[in-house]
């Protein structure tokens, strides 16, 4: 079955730290891979996905993620943490399978940034 | 700029109860989808919708669960006779195409099965 693991649920940064978010996923076919973020009180939003081409992606906000297909990873990464980064961040995952449309979810990261 | 909107924000119900949860998509988008999460969860896929049928459902999705396009607008899911386990965040997205096309999430529904 396929599966996506967050390594980091929840993570506590001063602002300007630099940021590593940690996605796995398991399913050995054609993937595509999305960052969703939730600001508090707001709805779920991209923060950027991956379905072909140059494995590092670039997103809003100044957040990038690579795709490592050897290791099955998409991690998130930003060089400098805002305090308005301060959000919930989920890795979602899309397999090509047939009519398989549906995202497969992490259990999300909650970041915390001080000021 | 356009969004998914959800209604209503929050349900309280009796468990054995049917509970009807009301999305509008985004106006030209085709695909549909209902996702859940159990507080402490993962987000859980339970239908997705094109063309006026069902594409795909998980297992959660049994014989209580159902989805409608009732007119040109909205999106409703039904829970014919509501299960304390039901408790959960129920969103709705909308896309534009299968696949990496992204899906537009809304705010979602807090339902709350007593």
């Known amino acids: 079955a396929q599966s996506v693991s967050q390594h980091n649920h929840h993570v506590i940064l001063s602002e300007a730290a630099s940021l590593e978010l940690g996605c796995n996923y398991s399913?050995?076919?054609?993937?595509?891979l999305f960052w969703y973020v939730q600001y508090p009180g707001q709805h779920l939003q991209l923060l950027l996905k991956?379905?072909?081409?140059d494995p590092l992606v670039k997103g809003i906000k100044g957040f990038e993620a690579e795709f490592i297909k050897s290791k099955f990873s998409f991690n998130l990464r930003k060089p400098s943490v805002q305090w308005s980064d301060t959000a919930e961040y989920f890795c979602a995952v899309n397999a090509h399978a047939g009519n398989n449309r549906k995202l497969i979810w992490g259990l999300g990261t909650s970041l915390g940034v001080n000021p | 700029e356009p969004e998914v909107t959800q209604t209503p924000s929050h349900q309280v119900t009796q468990m054995g109860q049917e509970v009807i949860l009301r999305c509008v998509p985004i106006?030209?988008?085709?695909?549909f989808y209902w996702y859940r999460q159990i507080l402490g969860q993962k987000v859980e896929f339970l239908v997705s919708f094109y063309n006026n049928e069902i594409s795909e459902k998980s297992e959660i999705f049994d014989d209580q669960f159902s989805v409608e396009r009732p007119d040109g607008s909205n999106f409703t899911l039904k829970i014919r006779s509501t299960k304390l386990e039901d408790s959960a965040m129920y969103f709705c997205a909308s896309s534009g195409g299968w696949g990496a096309n992204e899906q537009f999430f809304g705010p979602g529904t807090r339902l709350t099965v007593l």
């Open positions: 106006s030209n988008h085709l695909y």
């Open positions: 399913y050995g076919g054609t993937v595509n």
């Open positions: 991956y379905f072909s081409g």
